[in-house]
């Protein structure tokens, strides 16, 4: 284990969060408990410097890792619509300071002496995107997005008001082996709390970093090998996949310090600069296997300066999805039953929960998650030689487990409501196997709460509301047959009671006219122009997908399935009257770069959407991570009308209710 003298001061950050005139919140993790002032310039006003004192919670991770949230109230508003420079200034024990030139020069552009936003007084255009797995063969579409921000950083007015991060921040799921290898090395030199593991194979957190079975065949390592087959028989039906639940997760994370060190290296190049990348002892299969992905995690750590300047020059919001956690997260409610009814699923859910807490959800309502993060702060304060008491740490995990205020709200113009759709499920009650819906009846009572006479609104669902019928279709053939954990079954139609709610809260007369759907989590990216019939005054909806930020769909299959899509579900096709979307019609926007019919949109990158004064998108656009910017543009000779038949994902609604 390092001495923290041989340690930078700052491992990650400063992300900017939650940015608001009267308010800021930053995020940012230090290889010891730092003292800080924060220094702002707003243009064309005097510079302010302010004390951080009392405005600065300081959690300890480990030996040498002390993550530091900085939340701090304005006496006086800054100005919106201007940029805003800003300096985290750090003091030593001798009352000298240092800025961010000095310690983290990789956050600055060229000819900058210190990182800057905007905070915008509308929301006018943003950066939106999911899926971003290090192990992936493509570009970073955050990396691509720092580029795309460089070129307009000058003008405030082209700024983007946010960056929304939809889901699958991490893949704590779906591990390559050299991601793994690293995470166990800057867990040893920063010296990142254990735990002990209770009905593992394996006793505490050291015994699995060195169990023979740790890399690569970490199924191996649930309870007994003996109960695989029956707890693989629960959790899916039968179906070949491993328990942690993915077909890629042999790597799976376990341990609450293996998913704080992936955040580390997910965001901030500094922590590689920590470790040797030395492989562990593997056979010729695996070893061949590890070369192969170090070779693209290269590329991909190549990539992170520029990533972490982003973070550091736009205030960010971010919500989870299911790799944020394990694949099939809360899928069936079988699932939940299995997942949080034996003690070792129940600790490895519960980590990744508690990690997401600490790095992604307490910027995005600092109040609300105020009480959850002091029970963490208390149980990380509570560690003893280095390790978690168990008791404390079990029962952290089951108040976590409980809290159903993930999904927040800004009262932005136009508002932004970003969902929990993993959560707050509506399980289904005739078979345990089947879906469950997105939301239960009580979140989406709330979400009808929040919109009621707004005039325009932008939701964050990080699974499209409206997606591809045939992959829905797919995924309905295989709930009917009792598998939907083989086909991923997650979507808004799968659950008919969550259905039908969304579905009227749409047509509800006091909800909004005009409704923005930034959506991720498929893989392939598109855009559609939703209109409810018979109501010529009905609201209108764009359903706007952006995934994956580092992710694609086999090409082919994507291909498959939209030549498909296309003819199944034509104008015409009878099928359009078996699905739940009849009294809806849904009109596809065409990718300009897209080969002639295409609708879905093949290729990593990251989302941009510019809005008019009302809310309704003017501009769509994912900005590839290739360098080419797709514009998807709507077909002027078919705009959907109370009359037209054009249907591309419509069908049949459910009765309401």
Known sequence: MASHDTLPDV????????IEPGRMALWLVASRQLSFSLALYPDNESARHLALAGHCECIPLGAHAYVHLIDVELASPLPSDVLIGYDLLIRDTQGNESGIASWAPHLLYAGETHPSFVIKSRLDNLLHGSCRKPHHASKDGLARADAWLDERRHNAAERPALLLLTGDQIYADDVAGPMLSAIHELIRRLGLVGEH????????????????STYYRREQLLPAFESNE???ERFFGGAKKPIFTSANAANHLITFAEIVAMYLLVWSPQPWRLISGQAPALDETYAARFVAERDILDGFVAELPAVARLLAQVPTLMIFDDHDVTDDWNLT??????AYGHPFSHRIIGNALLAYLLFQGWGNAPDTLAMPLARLRRLLEAATDGYLPVQQQDKVIVELLRFDGWGYVLPTSPRLIVLDTRTRRWRSERNRQRPSGLMDWEALSELQQNLLDERSVIIVSPAPMFGVKLIEGIQRLFSWAGKPLLVDAENWMAHR???????????HTRTPQNYVILSGDVHYSFVYDVRIRQREHGPHIWQITSSGVKNEFPATLLDWFDRLNRWLYAPWSPLNWFTKRRRMHVQPRVPDHAKAGERLWN???????TFDLTGCPVQIQQLGNDGRTIRFLADTDSLPTTTSSHQVGAGSDPPRG
Do not use: Q, T
């Open 197 to 212: 593991l209770e009905g593992a194979v394996v006793e505490d957190s050291e015994a699995l970093y060195a169990a023979e």
């Open 333 to 338: 409610a079988a699932w939940e039953e299995s």
């Open 11 to 18: 491992l990650a950050g400063p992300l900017l969060r939650r």
């Open 497 to 507: 009671g969550a259905a039908s709610v969304m579905l009227n809260i749409f047509r």
């Open 230 to 232: 029956a707890l693989r």
């Open 603 to 609: 290729g990593a990158g990251i989302g941009h959407v």
